[in-house]
């Protein structure tokens, strides 16, 4: 029986993963050719990918930035994927132009410390 090969994936491919998905939220935000039906549709997919490869950072990576609250950010990308019908584009888009930034600020921080 093969591996879940997620399961095996390193704290720095995770960190990777946060900064990807949030420079991807900063062109799709910015970019006001994009319907903003669209934008809102790949912001929440980014923000459920940040927090799935949050919520398996162990707590001793995440603790050298307690200004991000990692939990809250685990906890909305599985509100997006299991109460998506209750998530509102003010929640969404809010955390797409304040929050996002400084998580990438921080997960840069992290992923620096990592060879």
Do not use: K, N
């Not at 939220?25 to 006001?32: E, K, Q």
């Not at 927090?51 to 950010?73: C, F, K, M």
């Amino acid at each position: 029986m093969s591996q879940d090969p997620t399961t095996h994936r390193l704290v720095r491919d995770r960190l990777d993963d946060v900064i990807g998905a949030c420079e991807a939220i900063r062109r799709y935000v910015g970019d006001a050719r994009l319907p903003e039906d669209l934008v809102h549709d790949a912001v929440r997919m980014r923000l459920v990918e940040i927090g799935e490869a949050v919520r398996v950072l162990p707590s001793t990576v995440t603790a050298s930035e307690p200004d991000i609250p990692w939990s809250r950010v685990s906890d909305l990308g599985e509100r997006l994927t299991r109460r998506y019908f209750d998530t509102t584009r003010a929640v969404v888009f809010g955390t797409a132009h304040t929050d996002v930034p400084h998580l990438a600020e921080a997960a840069r921080r992290l992923r620096a410390t990592r060879s």
